[in-house]
Structure formats: structure tokens, C-alpha cells
């Protein structure tokens, strides 16, 4: 049964995806957001800085 | 590359024929269909077909993994001005032309800056870290105004995390002042504009002299002792005078530093200069990804915000934290909200430990709001701009800078095609 519903799943998966297909974001580096989190990116601070907020 | 638009959806047509979109709420990237980029086409009377469907059920849906990252109002981020003065004489200096900012002062007051820094640390909720950047003039003429700031902070504020940057043109990396910077562990960016040939002839020292044979001993010495440093990067200024950035990548690529960035001149208007960063920034990426792929690509800085951004679905509102999270204090203790600003007396915020409240209100808001960015398919990686770009151009922070906007959107279209060649083969 679970495997049906696997297979369902990859066919409607393909069904779906014909047009449009969304790549899958690569999450495995640390998040280090920079001026857009709230620092000064000018003059730029090279590796920007982790903000905990 | 071609570009085209369904409401918050853009899709694009690189040079090799790829095709892509870029949903501009969701933050997501997606391979499409022939189909589908044809329904797209300027004018065309899109009918009832499969591929228009998916399109329409995309650009409705809202992603609830998408973060946004509005700005709360405490200051994390400040930058101070130790020295304003200089030993170089850059030829498009955003310092007043000389590192002064019309107002040369040799030395910071450090009775008066470190009550000023205790001032903001004290503000701070707990678990928060600090962040102080010394640009200037020139901070490395001051470098003892570094070390004894760190260690009266350390002494104020024991258990916070506090991160240092020095922006520096490199040329005064002495021993001394190396190891000031490295008991910091500070982040150093230092100015570099290209190979001395280029790098001689914009960034020259006040008697004309060669200031590259300096920066690069500098270089060598930080980087011999790289484990000792948060981050060092290597950042060049591009204008109409210099738009050789793969000439500066080439030099560049000699030194074994973290990062590159390669800005373009804040104080820039020059139409023609725009679109030859864009040619440059485009045969940058190419070299890049070719030396080394998605690494070599996100050691420059403009696509390793957009890489990051788009991994993480973190959506940008402000393009800098001016006035809400970041201040800038000059040599005389006036307080800013950019770098750019010292010395103008219609932009000061404060004195001292005294904020003007009122003055600071005006910035609270986002700046996509303020900046009527609500129509950008770019917005959520923009955020709005850069004011002081924005004010050098039209006369009002707040009214956009269309060139700057030009390259921007460049930018992340660029991204996104080295974005989908990365991803789609994971």
C-alpha cells in the first residue's frame, strides 16, 4: 500500500511539475545574512555578520 | 539574456537558452517549460492551456516557509570614524575626496567615544551581539584607538559578543597594528581596486606615489596569519575610470582571502558605466564558475548574498539597517545614519550619547514600503536600495535611483541563472 502511494506520488509529482518544476534550495551552509538583516553593507564588511533577532 | 513577466513571476532566458522563473514573493526558482515562457510572451493572448494553468497556480500560491526580515529598532550595528584623515588620495573618494569628509581630525576623542559606546551597549537586550566597524579616513593611522576600544569594551560588556571589522586601504599592516587587529579577531576588508597599474593609478598615495607593493606586503601579512582573523576580503570600487573588474579578479586570485566584493562607486551616475558593469559582472561570473564553480562563483559577494537569500527563502526589506539597526558616529562623536552622510549637518541624529528620537522615527518604516517597491520582481532581494545612492541621483533618499535599480535587477537575473545551473543538478 505504501509503495502504491509512493508511485501515486512520484506520477502526480510529474503530472504537476510538466511546466513548472521548482528547484529544491541547498540549506546545508549556514545562514549568514548581511545588510539586508540590518548591518551596514556600505563600505561592505567582508563575510557579513550573523544577526540572532 | 530576455526577460518576461506574469504578475509576480518573471522568467528568463539565458544566453545558452535556458529557461527559468523566479517567483518574486515565494522566493523560488523553477525550470519551465517552452510552453510556458511562450504564455508569457509581451502581448500575447494567453489561452486556456496547461502550461498557463501551472503558471497561474504557481504565481497565487504563498509559500509559508518564506522569512521575512523586518528590522527592529535597536542599533547592533556601528560604524566609527577613529581618524578622519588619509595617506591615500583616491580618485573618486566618497570621504569629501580625501578622506576628511571636509573635516580632518587626526585623532577620535576617546574620553568622549568610549562613554558613546558603553551608551549603545547598555541599550541592548541581552544575548544580542555587538557589531563596531572603524572605516574613516584611514583607521590604521589611529590603530591604537582599535585596541584600546576592544579592550574597554570587553572590560563594559563581558559576556557580549562583539565582532569587529576594519575596513582598511591596507598599506599600514604593520606588524604592530597586525597584531592589534588579529587580538581583535576582526573581519579586515581591504581596499584594492585591480593590478598596481590600475590600482596606482586611482588609489595613489597623497604624494603619487605607488600604494599597491604596500597593500599587497599588508595582504601577505594578514594572510600568513589568516586563522587568527574572522574574515578577510579583498574590495575594489568600480566607476567610469576603472571598470576593469577581471582584470581585478585576476589579481585578486593571487591571494588566498575569503571573499571578494567588487562595488560599484556609490557616487556614480554615469549611464554608460552601468552597463559596463553589467558586461563586466557577467564575464566575472563566467571566469568564476569556470575556475570553480558554485564556490568560486559565491566567493563574490553580490552572489553569495543572492545564493543565501534564495536558499534560505529569507526575504530582504531593508537594503541596509540605517537609522534602524546601524548608526554611523564621525570623529567628532555626531552620529548618522550612513557612512556617506558625515559632515552634513541636515543628516545628523545625534551627538554624543544624545539621540534625536524624532529624527530616527522618519527611518523606522521598511524601506520597499518607502520606497514604492511593491511592483519589483526584485524587491525581496533588493530592499529597496541604497539611500545615499538613491539622494546622489535624484535628490531624495527616497526616490530611486533608477540606474542603481538597472543593476541591481542585472544582478539577480545574473544570480538566477548560475542559481538554476547549481540547483538542478543537485
Redesign the interface.
Known sequence: MKFLTLIKEKIMEKV????????????T?T??????????????????????? | MELRRYKDILALKSEEGTLL?FHARNL??????E??WRNMEPGSVQKEC??LE??QS?EIENNSEVKT?K??S?I??L?LNVTQICNLHCNYCAAGGDGTFGDAIAKISLEKTLPQLKFFLDRLPP???F?I?F?GGEPLLYADALALIATYVAEVAPGRKV?Y?V?TNGTLLTDKNVDILAAMKA???I?LDGPPEINDVVRPTKNGTSSTAMIVAGLEKLLARKSEF????I?GVFDSHNMELEKAYEFYSHFAV??Y?F?FS?SENNPRATVEYMEQMTKLAAAAFAKGGEGALRKI?GFE?YF???????R???????G???L?LDARNRIYT???DVNDPKEQVGQGEELNEKALAAYQKPLLEVNHCENCWARFLC?GG?M?AHKHASGDKNIKNSQFCERTRFMVALTLIY??R???T?
Not at chain 2, 543565501?308 to 529569507?314: E, K, M, P, S, T
Open positions: 504537476d511539475k510538466k511546466h513548472v518544476k521548482k528547484l529544491k534550495p541547498k540549506t551552509q545562514a549568514n545574512f548581511g545588510h539586508g538583516n540590518g548591518s551596514n553593507p556600505c563600505p561592505p564588511v567582508g563575510g557579513d555578520l550573523i544577526t540572532e533577532n | 522563473a523560488e526558482v523553477a525550470q519551465i517549460s510552453d510556458t496547461e502550461a501551472e503558471l504557481w526580515s528590522i527592529d535597536t547592533r550595528f560604524t544575548k544580542v551581539s557589531n566597524s572605516l565582532n571589522t575596513i573581519t579586515v576588508t581596499s574572522s574574515h578577510i576580503m574590495h575569503d571573499s566584493d562595488s556609490v559577494r548574498q543565501q537569500a534564495l536558499d534560505h527563502q529569507q530582504t526589506e531593508n537594503h541596509c539597517g540605517a534602524k539597526s546601524f554611523m550612513c557612512p556617506w530592499g541604497c545615499f542559481y538554476e547549481c540547483r538542478s543537485a
